[in-house]
């Protein structure tokens, strides 16, 4: 059964990276403007935090390299999300609160399965995840890095964490749309927007208070930050490691309950999103 | 006076819309809150005790980041243009007995109303919390902040329509025209990181683009970082060149326009 389902889930990969490839390649134009324009603005947009690095050399107890690396990592978990979730499964109360789910539910196949594949842009979320290993490659030269196959394995671990920290906090708020579809719409996007936005920055000068609350409520430390230090050897104890993916369980559990609680009620009350005439309110 | 009785009661239903369409603008508010604690506490990390050889203070940098916050929305002067353009609702703009840019600059001055009684007034008066001194480096930057503040939105809003107008031009691609904007906006306006903070002397240049007008400049003369003088001649300079360009870049596109939906 578990074997038949992850070949179903890779042939679902294979159809979506398919139609990437298809929708990309029908218009050169279109898709040279596209990766371009989102490989550039991608990098501009940790320019700042880099640009900071390189007027100090280096931010705090982070070395240049270090914040690189920083950068590097985080956007490394925005392009894996982007990549796995995009036509707006990352920005799931978009869907629920336009009345979109019952495009996939109506699917012969599984919720998650639908929600873990249709989403799938390997060429598209290139253009983000190129130049995140760029600067993951050019900081670890500079670090002089020289990761074993434990190393790597840490690496895998806290990137998956993070990327699933960061999926389940947009699933957590995105819920609401369930009960608020109008209002909650876009509540998503200003989810996202708040882990874009304070990734780039090493969060050590934050105080306790802002710490905490950056690693508990609104767990946009466990992003980049907190396992970027652990990665670099900046933490001082090697049980920070194991922080991260305890905070991607507990709430990968925390945003599928609530999911599932939210469905529930979609299920007596549906989408009143939609006039009988197909129009939207 | 007629006119402007009608642009009014567009900011105030914008106003109301805001709170009635939306009560989740909280979270934005939270995510300001949490940018300004991590900005505050990076720079105090970054100038507390070092010589840098830049011109601000640690004072003035703290006060230059939480004024930056308080007054953000009229700095970064977004209104629902882009929005419009995407849903294909612009339409309904161009049948009103109004001016369409109008209508939207009046509903974006009706979203700063409630922003400014909801968070930026509490943010100022919490800034002792903060550790941080909100109020002017001297008398004359008191006076001539808010000149400088009016030509800074008048920038901002001629460089929002040139942005309209090239989502236009770029046949409707709005998230790329949206994310260029974005990206030049926080990296060369100084609203986000002081030009002064720059490296190889970038600040200097990035001075003379009409980005720094809408940002940088107001937010040097409240903290005393800059020479008034030059600094207003160049806002006074974009604001009429970027509303030349805007208008003649609108004009030039609104044969292209094409609304879908609405």
Known sequence: MAAERIKKLLCLWRVYAYLDFMLLTRDLRLFLNYFITDTLLNLAAVSGTFLLAERFAGLGMWSKPQVVFLLGYGMLVGGLINTFFSFNVL???????????????????????????????????????????????????????????????????????????????????????????????????????????????????????????????????????????????????PWDGALTPLAALFFALAAGLTFAKGKKHYERTGSSRYLSFGHRR | ????????????????????????????????????????????????????????????????????????????????????????????????????????????????????????????????????????????AALLFPLSLGLAVAVGLALELFFGALVVWMDHNLYNAYRLRDALVALLSGGLIPLELLPWDLGHIVGYLPFASTASAPLRIYVGSGEPGPLLLLQAFWAVASWMMALWFWRFNRERLVIHGG
């Open chain 2, 1 to 140: 006076m007629r006119l402007l009785h009608k642009y009014w009661h567009t900011a105030l239903l914008s106003a109301a819309g805001l709170v009635g369409d939306n009560p989740l603008f909280l979270l934005d508010y939270l995510l300001r809150l949490l940018r300004v604690g991590v900005l505050l506490g990076l720079w105090q990390v970054l100038l507390q005790g070092k010589p840098t050889g830049i011109e601000l203070s640690l004072g003035q940098l703290l006060t230059y980041t939480l004024v930056a916050e308080i007054i953000r929305d009229q700095l970064r002067c977004h209104t629902q243009l882009l929005q419009s353009l995407w849903e294909g609702s612009v339409g309904s703009y161009f049948l009103r007995p109004m001016s369409v840019f109008g209508q939207f600059a009046a509903r974006m001055g009706g979203e700063w109303l409630f922003g400014l009684v909801f968070f930026s007034l509490p943010l100022a008066l919490a800034a002792p919390l903060l550790g941080v001194d909100p109020l002017p480096a001297s008398a004359r």
């Open chain 1, 91 to 237: 920005y799931i109360s978009r869907r629920l609160g336009r009345g979109q789910l019952d495009h996939t539910l109506i699917q012969p196949q599984p919720l998650w399965l639908s929600l873990l594949t249709e989403g799938f842009m390997p060429l598209s979320g290139s253009a983000i995840l190129l130049p995140a290993v760029g600067l993951l490659w050019w900081a670890g030269a500079e670090l002089g890095l020289d990761p074993g196959a434990g190393w790597w394995a840490l690496f895998a671990m806290q990137i998956l964490a993070s990327a699933t920290i960061a999926t389940a906090f947009s699933f957590l708020w995105g819920s609401l749309a369930f009960w608020a579809p109008r209002a909650a719409e876009e509540i998503s996007s200003s989810a996202l927007r708040i882990v874009y936005q304070l990734t780039p920055f090493p969060l050590d000068g934050s105080g306790p208070l802002l710490i905490g609350g950056l690693l508990s409520v609104l767990p946009i430390g466990f992003v980049a930050w907190y396992p970027c230090r652990f990665l670099l050897g900046l933490s001082p104890s």
